[in-house]
């Protein structure tokens, strides 16, 4: 295909995102085939790389290996709809985190072992419960109500199998937090577990925080280790920690992003609101890195936290959704119009919605710049600051609030690329508004001689 004809791509000079190598070549070096894309199957067009979750969770088992720690890794599933990437995850040898009956179903459909799925959540239903002890899958105990609906249910139909159990502890950073329990409900549970060791198979302990950082998580094992002694104390050996999600990825350099923070304001905002929370785009870690520095953190004043683990022969389990789903995907959208307006500003619009990309809905903003293809006849170099619109007619349904400097004008039927989008920004809110069909997703993979098959992914 030849991708040179009247295209070309102008990478953004503000915030330009870290590419994959081989997102990369579809991205920045084949317009045309993105085009024909998204003429095949609409914009906006969510392209998934489920080959790119399988390295990412290579990357991360590799770091434990070395610190002679045992990692169980969980995809958290959440993180996308993609049944694409759950089936990498499977083939990846990995477990599946889910959240929902639903999720748990898409896991088994892609093949994965269900004693290899842990379920998180706070309000796991009646039904859900029933299938999760009857596959022999890992149940996170979210409350002493849950760890009761547990109880009510085995009485009710004595199930063949042990349902085998997490309970999730709310470390002290996490107070004000609905999710988990404290000491007090911990220690109920673990009384109640160690009386009815017939019904319940204890494995360990969970926790999930909120934040990217690594400190708060070595303190919350410092508590939850605290727990483990306890539950041993009564006869119950507590095999592994799991310390759920957050680990971070990089969006965009750390010096450009420290710089761009540094200098925008208000003004660089449509609504003249700057956000008071960002994700750390920026940010100096790779989750790899981050379970390397976790792991070599003290853990008290003679051990690190591999250490302690190894010292109390637990394993380590991580919840990962993000952080392997890094560079799996980008969002392309197909721009519809660009237009002036009263106050000297632009608008970009585009065929699709901010439902599919998230961040405005939070108040925040996706501070990574997105890429524009442009086509057919050159538009000369004339730069313009807009934000991006979707298409509805809700004020609020914009993809930026803040104004994107573009080296050139878009025109319609450019598109606009949206790299790592696969990481809760692309699809999670979709709707169809207006009656827009749902946008959709299609997976790559490398082709023959270098080329790339695509396949629907939905
Ligand atoms: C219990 C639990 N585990 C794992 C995750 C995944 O977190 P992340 O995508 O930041 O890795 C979440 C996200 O909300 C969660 O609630």
């Given amino acids: 295909m030849d991708d040179t004809v009247a295209a070309r791509a102008w990478s953004p000079s503000t915030l330009p995102p870290l590419l994959d190598g081989e997102v990369a070549r579809v991205a920045l070096g084949q317009p045309i085939r993105l085009k024909a894309w998204v003429e095949r199957y609409g914009s906006p067009l969510n392209v998934v790389w489920p080959e790119l979750l399988k390295r990412n969770a290579e990357a991360l088992q590799a770091v434990p290996r070395r610190h002679g720690v045992v990692l169980d890794v969980y995809y958290g599933a959440k993180v996308n709809k993609s049944q694409a990437l759950v089936r990498a995850a499977v083939e990846a040898g990995i477990g599946v985190d889910v959240s929902s009956e639903y999720e748990m179903r898409d896991a088994l459909r892609a093949g994965a072992d269900p004693r290899r799925l842990v379920a998180t959540g706070p309000a796991k239903t009646e039904r859900f ?231 405005t809905w939070f108040a925040s903003e996706y501070l990574v710049d997105p890429i524009l293809q442009s086509f057919g006849s050159p538009h000369g170099e004339a730069p313009m600051r807009a934000y991006i619109a979707g298409h509805s007619c809700l004020d609020d349904d914009v993809i930026t609030n803040r104004l994107i400097d573009f080296a050139t004008r878009p025109a319609p039927g450019d598109l606009l690329v949206f790299a790592n989008t696969a990481g809760y920004q692309m699809d999670l809110l979709e709707n169809e508004f207006h009656r827009h069909p749902m946008p959709r997703r299609i997976a790559v993979r490398n082709g023959a001689a270098g080329g790339v098959d695509v396949s629907p992914d939905d």
């Avoid at 008071?276 to 940010?283: D, E, K, L, V």
């Avoid at 981050?290 to 004043?301: G, I």
């Fill in 129 to 359: 419960h029933r299938q999760l002890v009857a596959c022999g899958s890992l149940i996170s105990v979210d409350s002493v109500e849950e760890f009761e609906a547990l109880q009510a249910l085995e009485r009710q139909s004595q199930p063949s199998r042990r349902a085998r159990l997490l309970l999730r502890y709310r470390p002290a950073s996490a107070r004000a937090s609905r999710f988990g329990m404290g000491e007090a409900d911990v220690a109920h549970c673990l009384r109640q577990l160690a009386a009815a060791r017939d019904s319940f198979a204890f494995e360990g302990f969970h926790f999930h925080l909120g934040g990217y950082d690594h400190a708060s998580r070595a303190q919350a094992l410092r508590e939850v280790m605290v727990q483990v002694a306890a539950a041993r104390e009564i006869g119950l050996a507590a095999q592994v920690i799991d310390i759920g999600g957050g680990l971070p990825i990089r969006y965009v350099e750390a010096e450009r992003y420290a710089a761009f923070l540094q200098s925008q304001d208000a003004t660089h905002y449509r609504n003249g609101k700057l956000p008071t929370s960002f994700y750390p785009y920026g940010g100096g870690l790779d989750a790899p890195t981050w379970l390397d520095e976790l792991l070599a953190a003290p853990f008290d004043a003679t051990t690190t936290v591999a250490e302690a683990l190894i010292a109390q022969g637990l394993r380590l389990a991580i919840e990962p959704g993000r952080s392997l789903v890094d560079q799996a995907a980008i969002s392309v959208f197909r721009v519809n119009r660009v237009k002036a307006l009263a106050d000297g500003r632009h608008v970009v619009y585009v065929e699709g919605s901010s439902f599919s990309a998230c961040e």
